[in-house]
T-cell receptor, first 113, second 110 residues
Framework: AQSVTQPDIHITVSEGASLELRCNYSYGATPYLFWYVQSPGQGLQLLLKYFSGDTLVQGIKGFEAEFKRSQSSFNLRKPSVHWSDAAEYFCAVGGGATNKLIFGTGTLLAVQP | NAGVTQTPKFQVLKTGQSMTLQCAQDMNHEYMSWYRQDPGMGLRLIHYSVGAGITDQGEVPNGYNVSRSTTEDFPLRLLSAAPSQTSVYFC?????????FGSGTRLTVV
């Protein structure tokens, strides 16, 4: 069965510091992996997605993620965090015959000045 | 091109009342789904559909019904609302190449 684990519920980083948000997935076939961001009271915005090919994926707002099949991971990174990056981040896995999309529980990012 | 349209945006129900959350998409997507979002729980899949006439349960289907009579519409029905169904509901359509989400419905059951 599809599942996604985001082990960090809440992370605080200083502005300008680097960021890595962890995501581990369980999926029986080649996964389609996504990272979404949600600001308070807002909808979901797609940051990036991985289907196949290059395992390092570039997204919007300076984010990137690396797919590691051997570790079943798809961690999100940003070299220098801005105050506007404070939000909740969701990892999701989709695919298969149904295209069903399953989300992790999210990581809430706080940015200190 | 409106994408995914959810109505209403806000709703307050009394315990035991019924209502239907509407979701419509104009992108001819076969896949549509409903999620609920609760603090600390992420988005949990309620029901999904892979085409007209085909629906299936997700992670948290109890208390909710769906049907898919057309490609465009995928309504979510609460037959007898309970306070535990207070949540934000999102509808989505698409496929692995990309999913489009509605703006959400904030439902409060008192």
């Amino acid at each position: 069965a599809q599942s996604v684990t985001q082990p960090d519920i809440h992370i605080t980083v200083s502005e300008g510091a680097s960021l890595e948000l962890r995501c581990n997935y369980s999926y029986g076939a080649t996964p389609y992996l996504f990272w979404y961001v949600q600001s308070p009271g807002q909808g979901l915005q797609l940051l990036l997605k991985y289907f196949s090919g290059d395992t390092l994926v570039q997204g919007i707002k300076g984010f990137e993620a690396e797919f590691k099949r051997s570790q079943s991971s798809f961690n999100l990174r940003k070299p220098s965090v801005h105050w506007s990056d404070a939000a909740e981040y969701f990892c999701a896995v989709g695919g298969g015959a149904t295209n069903k999309l399953i989300f992790g529980t999210g990581t809430l990012l706080a940015v200190q000045p | 091109n409106a994408g995914v349209t959810q109505t209403p945006k806000f709703q307050v129900l009394k315990t035991g009342q019924s209502m239907t959350l509407q979701c419509a998409q104009d992108m001819n997507h076969e896949y549509m789904s409903w999620y609920r979002q609760d603090p600390g729980m992420g988005l949990r899949l309620i029901h999904y559909s892979v085409g007209a006439g085909i629906t299936d349960q997700g992670e948290v289907p109890n208390g909710y019904n769906v049907s898919r009579s057309t490609t465009e519409d995928f309504p979510l029905r609460l037959l007898s609302a309970a306070p535990s169904q207070t949540s934000v509901y999102f509808c989505a359509s698409g496929a692995t190449y990309g999913y489009t989400f509605g703006s959400g419905t904030r439902l409060t059951v008192v």
